[in-house]
Structures are given as C-alpha cells and as structure tokens.
C-alpha cells in the first residue's frame, strides 16, 4: 500500500515562492509515475504536472508552465511554485500510479491528503 503526505502549503502574496513536499512509504519515486493535482473550491481536481518513473521527465499544465518545476530525489518528490497568483490558490495533493497517462487524474489509485495553498492579492 502506498501512502503519500504533502507539506509545505501556507499563505503566501502574489508574486512569492512556496516549495511543496510529497513523502511516500516504500521505494515510490522510482517504480511509480507521480503526479501534483490541485482543487480550488467548487472546482474539480486538476493537474498542474508529472514526472515520469524512470527518466525523470516532467509535464506541466499550461497555467503553470513556466512557473513550477518539479524535482524528486530517493525520499521526496518537489513542487518548486514562482511568481505565486491568487488563481493558484487551492489544496494541493501528491498522487502516484502505475500504468495510467500521467495528465489524468483517473489513473490515480494513491493520494495525499493535501496542502493548502493560499495567495492574497
């Protein structure tokens, strides 16, 4: 069983970083693909980006490319946010699979809990 938990949400200015942390149980990073989802109220879960098991390659949703950047290292996956803006404000979850496409949130079997991001205009 795979078990994930995200740290490092806050509120934060518009304009400001924030680096959010995934942990998972067992040897995740390098057997699973991993995904960062975000839910802002009375809107569905989105993906904001990827990085694939083996060669580490990452994909991003427009409204954030250019902005986040994810990393991993052997403990930890990484959600490194610049030039925050209100409309990213949501709760953020780590999720990991398999087999699915790495953009959809369907494939998904294992989830965080969340972290709530929160930016002030």
């Known amino acids: 069983q795979v078990q994930l938990a995200e740290s490092g949400g806050g509120l934060v200015q518009a304009g400001d970083s924030l680096r959010l942390s995934c942990t998972a149980s067992?040897?995740?990073?390098?057997?699973?693909?991993m995904g960062w989802f975000r839910q802002a109220p009375g809107k569905e879960r989105e993906f904001v980006g990827g990085i694939s098991r083996r060669l580490g390659t990452t994909y991003y949703a427009d409204s954030v490319e250019g902005r986040f950047t994810i990393a991993r290292d052997n403990t930890k996956m990484y959600l490194q946010m610049n030039n925050l803006k209100p409309e990213d404000t949501a709760v953020y979850h780590c999720?990991?699979?398999?087999?699915?496409?790495?953009?959809?949130?369907?494939?998904?079997?294992?989830w965080g809990q969340g972290t709530q991001v929160t930016v002030s205009s």
């Open positions: 067992g040897n995740v990073f390098g057997d699973y693909k």
């Open positions: 999720a990991a699979q398999e087999y699915g496409a790495i953009d959809s949130r369907s494939g998904y079997p294992y």
